[in-house]
T-cell receptor, first 114, second 114 residues
Framework: GNSVTQMEGPVTLSEEAFLTINCTYT??????LFWYVQYPGEGLQLLLK?????DKGSNKGFEATYRKETTSFHLEKGSVQVSDSAVYFC?????????????FGAGTRLFVKA | DVKVTQSSRYLVKRTGEKVFLECVQD?????MFWYRQDPGLGLRLIYF???????EKGDIPEGYSVSREKKERFSLILESASTNQTSMYLC?????????????FGDGTRLSIL
């Protein structure tokens, strides 16, 4: 079946450190891949997406590349800020499901210290 | 800008009560979703709807029902609330039938059943 596995948190970094949050998936065909971010007291919001192999999604200094060969979609940022403290969710939507069957990872909490 | 509004941020109810959670979107989206979010489990789909008066069960529909009488409004109903339904509930919407489209989330309702 389809599934998403992301690294357990919490992840604690100092400001300006490099961030990687690992995400691997299992799916049939070519799913669409997403990273969502949830700030304290809010719902999820889209951070970036990639819809085909080798696509790179980017937004607000975050990047992730759709790697079909390793079934991965790792999130990276070169220099984190305190304001990046949040929970990050990796997600996939299988093809031919009409967008109804998005599967979310368990989430990774990031703390950034000043 | 896209807006999904959930009627309550916090709600406290008693065991056995009938509970209504309301969600409204202003984007003319066809699809609407209800999830519950629990620590370590990510988001789990309760029900979704792809058109007015249409609904489909998600992964954990037991103990819940939904109503979609108008395109912009999707209600989640706990027929007889139980303590194991204490959780964060997230509503989301998305356009069309394309798996490339992200979902847009409300800020959530934190429900406590005493």
């Amino acid at each position: 079946g389809n599934s998403v596995t992301q690294m357990e948190g919490p992840v604690t970094l100092s400001e300006e450190a490099f961030l990687t949050i690992n995400c691997t998936y299992t799916a049939t065909g070519y799913p669409s891949l997403f990273w969502y971010v949830q700030y304290p007291g809010e719902g999820l919001q889209l951070l970036l997406k990639a819809t085909k192999a080798d696509d790179k999604g980017s937004n607000k200094g975050f990047e992730a590349t759709y790697r079909k060969e390793t079934t991965s979609f790792h999130l990276e940022k070169g220099s984190v800020q305190v304001s990046d403290s949040a929970v990050y969710f990796c997600a996939l939507t299988p093809p031919w499901t009409g967008g109804f069957k998005t599967i979310f990872g368990a989430g990774t909490r990031l703390f950034v210290k000043a | 800008d896209v807006k999904v509004t959930q009627s309550s941020r916090y709600l406290v109810k008693r065991t056995g009560e009938k509970v209504f959670l309301e969600c409204v979107q202003d984007m003319d989206h066809e699809n609407m979703f209800w999830y519950r979010q629990d620590p370590g489990l990510g988001l789990r789909l309760i029900y979704f709807s792809y058109d007015v008066k249409m609904k489909e069960k998600g992964d954990i529909p037991e103990g819940y029902s939904v109503s979609r009488e108008k395109k912009e409004r999707f209600s989640l109903i706990l027929e007889s609330a139980s303590t194991n339904q204490t959780s964060m509930y997230l509503c989301a919407s998305s356009p069309g039938r394309n798996s490339n489209q992200p979902q847009h989330f409300g800020d959530g309702t934190r429900l406590s059943i005493l």
